[in-house]
């Protein structure tokens, strides 16, 4: 870490709340390569100011530069809701399309970025444009020229309302590439006892016995939002969670669902769902879902407003039954989700994932310590070296650790044992990453409470008994 950066890191502990700060330090950060640390930055100033341009602008480009693209358009969509004028969205969205292959799409972002603002003329876009082949892939996902999804009526190929499956790139084509039986269950997950106990109650009890269920009128399923701050184990668990039970999982990206074409993004989500229950018991894991489920009062155009509309209806199973179809939802910001979706019925049932504690730590310790050159590695000491990280930091100390014995190995040529002190050494370099999500947790958990959603957030700060 650079003096400058060490500084800013430093000026913050004084002064979180300052948002320029904030922002030169989100700059820093991705100057010295530490993306989803800037990402974080970024966050914090959302929730002290949720309209602020330049967190948003940042927001997208940290998830450009993640390689998300789908969550990386929609906030360069929002964006450009709230400032048409903003040629700097235009400039994310022109990356988008040319990673994409889309360079008539990518041509029309940029000349109207350069419209808005001529010092945003980039060589290096140019070029690409200029290199360009001349056909281009097929467009499965756009953004219209307004920045907007959905815009376009779908042309005469486009497939029609049927039981037959979509066709070639035209639509998402559902298939069954996603579609498995997971082999993991919760021996295969470190720690997490807690919350273990909590899903058996909650979500695997239910289902293994059905028929009790159903002889008090209780439908099997629904949905389960699990919130946390990243790399904590949602995705993990949520596949577990499908193992435990032996069902179905089907897991959904935001890249899979959106569509250029109107009504096409509607489509997909209830081939989804009828995948879904045609195959129980299923689990349907929406990663990211609060891209996806997004508060409609920060939706000014109808087609994110009618997907929204049609996740509603498929989760209300008002055209079908969803019994046996357990919908997982997992987000890092469940504050963005729209009201509708916590509503009885949808995901009316929360799970906090928390950072794991030490005993936690130790277990995923020594889940990750397997097929590693490891000459000895005292779990318990390092699980105490490292408070609040999650599964993912714990994963960047053991890369850490590999890293300073590779160099030596490779002075050598020879294979060189990994120690506890090496991971101990590494473990003071990485700082954990879920302190910036429990600044930004703590504002709306103090202040935006309604009903105690977010009372394990303040338990697990020690500001609730």
Not at 180 to 195: I, S, Y
Not at 336 to 351: E, I, K, N, V, Y
Not at 377 to 395: E, V
């Amino acid at each position: 870490m650079s003096n400058d950066l060490n500084a800013l890191k430093q000026a913050l502990q004084f002064s979180p709340d300052n948002i320029p700060l904030n922002l030169l330090y989100a700059q820093s950060c991705i100057d010295e390569g530490m993306i989803d640390t800037a990402g974080e930055a970024y966050e914090k100033i959302l929730s002290l100011e949720n309209d602020h341009l330049d967190a948003r602008l940042g927001s997208a480009r940290v998830a450009l530069l993640q390689g998300k693209l789908s969550q990386a358009a929609v906030r360069a969509e929002q964006i450009l809701q709230q400032s048409p004028n903003c040629g700097e969205a235009y400039i994310i969205l022109t990356h988008i399309h040319i990673n994409e292959s889309e360079y008539s799409l990518a041509r029309q972002k940029y000349t109207k970025a350069i419209e808005q603002n001529p010092s945003l003329k980039d060589p290096g876009i140019e070029a690409d444009l200029k290199n360009a082949p001349e056909t281009e892939r097929p467009q499965r996902m756009g953004i219209g020229d307004d920045g907007s999804y959905a815009q376009t009526e779908a042309p005469d190929t486009q497939y029609e309302d049927s039981d037959d499956e979509p066709r070639g790139g035209e639509a998402f084509d559902l298939g069954l590439s996603d579609f498995e039986r997971p082999k993991l269950n919760f021996n295969g997950v470190g720690g997490m006892e807690a919350l273990k106990e909590e899903i058996r109650m909650k979500i695997l009890y239910p289902m293994q016995h059905a028929d009790l269920f159903k002889a008090y009128d209780k439908k099997i399923g629904g949905g389960v939002l699990l919130y946390g701050p990243p790399g904590c184990g949602k995705t993990l668990i949520s596949k577990a969670t499908a193992g435990e039970i032996k069902a179905n999982f089907i897991a959904i990206g935001l890249h899979q669902i959106l569509d250029m074409w109107i009504g096409n993004s509607e489509k997909n989500i209830h081939r989804i769902f009828e995948l879904a229950r045609k195959n129980t018991p299923c689990v349907l894991f929406f990663d990211e879902v609060d891209a996806l489920a997004a508060d409609r009062r920060d939706l000014r155009q109808s087609a994110g407003r009618n997907l929204i509309n049609a996740f509603l209806s498929e989760m209300d199973g008002a055209q079908s039954e969803n019994d046996g179809v357990l919908v997982l939802g997992a987000t890092n910001a469940p504050w963005h989700l729209d009201p509708a979706f916590r509503r009885p019925g949808r995901f009316d049932r929360t799970l906090f994932v928390p950072p794991p504690d030490a005993p936690g730590r130790a277990a995923i310790i020594d889940v990750m310590r397997a097929d590693k050159p490891i000459e000895e590695l005292n779990a318990k000491a390092l699980a105490q070296k490292t408070p609040q990280f999650s599964g993912a930091d714990i994963k960047a100390v053991f890369d850490l650790a590999t890293e300073y014995v590779l160099t030596e190995a490779m002075k050598s040529g020879k294979v060189i044992p990994l120690k506890t002190a090496d991971f101990i050494r590494a473990a003071k370099r990485h700082k954990p990453t879920t302190a910036s999500w429990f600044d930004s947790a703590k504002n709306y958990a103090l202040y935006s409470n309604q009903g105690g959603m977010y009372d394990e957030i303040l338990q697990y700060l020690g500001l609730l008994k």
